[in-house]
């Protein structure tokens, strides 16, 4: 770390930082200067390898020229078009060309800003399409525990980290939920998959869901394929089959919640193609622009589509809902860049082929201190660690920050550290991001208590905090 080279902090007192202790952050802050690659920048002009591909958006590495070209000339030739009773061309050549990369089926698009923004708008569209198929009785939710499904109020009540719900009151009603498929007591360590209790666990849901709820009045059951915001959450081997068959059965749409699985991060385009299971409603964001411009989708079936269309007034509008930034050009413009990369360079099939060599590099952590289990799929692992009685994620955020000391840049989340890299990585850098790691939980196992104190972490971080405050 260049530890002797003045550095010049922004004044931090005025942003408040999302999903951040800012106090703890402003003390220590970790700022990011430039990217390229598979490597940020930090503001003291250290690179840092990116273990986690921005927020899981970036699966196509960082500063791609193709997609700020593409969004630069289309800032210089039609920067905004009015979404409502108005469009442009390209919203409809972005929609054609998702439409295309999606799951068998799933071919009408709506574009939304976010994954949260989409996670509410398929919730949205599984309540309406009921109210116009004449059945305004199916009212009803279903989410699942340890679920994240955005910050919305439609995406905290149907999704199940209490953390994220527990300081918002009450959220929306006719919102129940269905056990999550973690079980570490049984499959520890588990190399993919686990084979064990998926049916088991699915036939949960109509056993317990239908006995409180009539099914009839249930809209909509919503999933992620991996639960990656909860640490990495694999399902077990024919859970996601039987769930769509539940859902069938009942008359039940099964929403996919794609925003983290999406494009390419199980080495196939959506968790949907890997589990072979196609859902009614799946919705992405993310790597949709390669973290460029915001940007989110929800792709349904063209069934229901029709259903809006078939049902609805002459003339009336058939979905009421939309935002003002749905489809800005510059995010069909950066949407469509990214997808010319993924055509080109086949990354699913590049992070296929990356998959095994990434699961045993993260399986070589098993034995080193204070780890309870990991986790693996695709390109993304999750190190779960030792619950600390009182100070729950105290050894997770210490490993963070080593790792950050280290150059390495990953997230961690409770308990967990997830891992989860452009798809653009090499065997060279998985081998540093897992080496790094280890030499990180050896590390702050080794200081005992004082490993746990963040105070010892990053001391430049905290030299420059002091000194921009006198």
Known sequence: MSQNKPVQLPNMSNYWMPFTANRQFKAMPRLFKAAKGNYYTSIDDKKILDGTAGLWCVPAGHARAEIATAVGQQLL????????????????????????????????????NSGSESADTALKIALAYHRVTGNPLRNKLIG?????????????????????????GNGLAGVDHIRHPLDIANNAFTKGIPEDGGVALANEFEQRI????????????????????????????????????????????????EVITGFGRLGTK????????????????????????????????????????????????????????????????????????FATEKLEDRADGLSHYFESAAHSLK??????????????????????????????????????????????TGDIIAVSPPLTIEKNEIDRIFNTLSDAIKYVASQGEAGLNTNNYLKNEQAWAMHSHK
Do not use: W
């Open 270 to 341: 959506f968790g949907a193609d890997y589990f072979d299971v196609i859902p009614d409603i799946l919705t992405c964001a993310k790597g949709l622009t390669n973290g460029v411009v915001p940007m989110g989708a929800v792709a349904v079936k063209r069934e229901i589509y029709d259903a809006f269309m078939e049902n609805s007034a002459a003339g009336a509008i058939e979905l009421p809902h939309g935002y003002t930034y749905s489809a800005i050009p510059i995010a069909c413009a950066a949407a469509i860049a990214t997808l010319d990369i």
């Open 77 to 112: 030739t039609l920067d905004y078009a009015p979404a409502f009773q108005s469009s442009h061309p390209l919203a409809f050549e972005a929609a054609e060309r998702l439409a295309e990369y999606m799951p068998a089926g799933l071919d009408r698009i709506f574009f939304t």
């Open 210 to 257: 239908m006995t409180l709820h009539d099914p009839s009045t249930i809209a909509a059951l919503i999933v992620e394929p991996m639960q990656g915001s909860a640490g990495v959450i694999v399902p077990p081997a024919g859970y996601l089959k039987r769930l769509r068959e539940i859902c069938d059965k009942h008359g039940i749409l099964l929403i996919f919640d």
């Open 367 to 412: 034995g080193l201190p204070m780890i309870k289990d990991i986790r693996n799929i695709g390109l993304v692992a999750g190190i779960e660690f030792e619950a600390i009685t009182n100070r729950t994620g105290a050894f997770a955020f210490a490993v963070y920050l080593k790792c950050y000391e280290l150059g390495l840049h990953v997230r961690y």
């Open 144 to 168: 699942r525990e340890r679920g994240y499904h955005g910050v919305n109020f439609g995406g905290i009540a149907v999704g199940g980290i209490a953390g994220n719900r527990k300081a918002f």
